[in-house]
């Protein structure tokens, strides 16, 4: 990707519940808090900032991978991030968790360790977030082993 700008605009629609326009005809996305302030009409904001890490690693291992002409879909991703007081007894996401999930068997894709060993770097979302919150990542391929 290039250098470039992303804006976004969001507008409240009701109590804690902002439509988010992305433009460029992307279709709007409600967001909202879950209760006790918000009534869960849409992801929450830490469920946004998990869902940009996960598709932007999935995206990642899937650019990698096709680099060296390899089909490892369908993938899936399963991303958990941790909520809970920091010192200062503030609610933060102090930490991510990505479980990424390959839909074949390792041994059908070539080059496998130097993709597992490099996509991460390449992942602008991650590595942006991991600056300030500890991001785990672990692969699988279809048969449920764990290669990273």
């Known amino acids: 990707m290039s250098e470039s700008t992303v804006s976004i605009e969001l507008r409240q629609q009701h109590d804690y519940q902002f439509e988010v326009e992305f433009g460029n005809g992307v279709a709007p996305l409600l967001a909202d ?12 904001p ?5 869902a940009a890490v996960g598709n932007c690693l999935s995206n990642s291992l899937l650019f990698a991978l096709r680099k060296y002409k ?7 991703s399963r991303i ?3 909520v809970g007081r920091n010192s200062e007894n503030r609610v ?12 074949v068997a390792a041994g059908s894709l070539q080059h496998l360790d130097r993709v597992l060993a490099s996509f991460e770097d390449y ?13 785990t990542v672990q692969v699988y391929d279809s ?4 290669l990273k």
């Open 70 to 76: 390899q089909s490892p879909e369908p993938l899936s």
């Open 92 to 103: 933060r996401v102090l930490g991510i968790q990505a479980d990424l999930r390959l839909g």
């Open 46 to 50: 830490v469920q946004l900032l998990a």
């Open 143 to 146: 048969t449920g082993a764990q």
């Open 123 to 135: 992942c602008t979302v991650t590595r942006s977030v991991a600056a300030g919150i500890p991001v």
């Open 80 to 82: 958990t991030a941790q």
């Open 33 to 44: 808090e879950p209760p006790p302030l918000g009534g869960a009409d849409g992801p929450s």
